[in-house]
């Protein structure tokens, strides 16, 4: 996408915002491949399927925005304000996280990426999607029915990576809690 076609969307779109004419921004499957949209005000944006590889995404205010199944792969979204976010299928290997979320990569059989958003309780991990906002708790039960003991495929070095990786998100849980 052309920068002053964007640059129109993210104006229209901050019309939209303040009540004042405009429209909601839908960047639904947009390519913004390293478009530089620092400090931008995105709140409740469509960015579905979105583009975003190495985007600049500084400061970003994101919060409510659906950005399911979009390519983040080594975008910098340090500073972002990603509360209320949807990550579902995100493609987040490589990014520049904000505070407050983490990333592991090598556990898992699928994609290999997993990350966990502590403000929202939300983890992406490969294709995996439980339809209602992919929480922790979730995500520790899915693990039980597909690799535990008693599981669909029981897989025991898969199960012991996926629960090393929630043990190491439930304890940044709790730290983030205390600060």
Known sequence: MEQ??????????NKWLKNEGGKRANLAGADLYGVDLRGAKLDRTNLRWANLRRAGLEGVNLRGAD????DLYGANLEGAKLEGVNLCMADLEGAELPIG?????????????TTYDVINDQ????????????HLDSFI???EEVY????????????????????????????????
């Not at 002053?4 to 779109?13: F, G, Q, T, V, W």
């Not at 979320?101 to 990426?113: A, E, F, L």
């Open 4 to 13: 002053e076609k964007l640059n129109e969307i993210i104006a229209d779109h």
């Open 123 to 134: 983890i992406v991990c490969g294709c995996w999607n439980d339809g209602k906002g992919n």
């Open 148 to 179: 535990g003991p008693k599981g669909e495929n029981p897989d025991s070095i898969h199960y012991a990576e996926y629960m090393s990786a929630v043990a190491f998100f439930r304890a940044m849980k709790d730290l983030n809690k205390k600060s």
């Open 67 to 70: 950005l399911e199944g979009a």
């Open 141 to 143: 039960k899915r693990i």
């Open 101 to 113: 979320v983490y990333q592991i990569v090598g556990p898992g059989s699928c994609n290999r990426c």
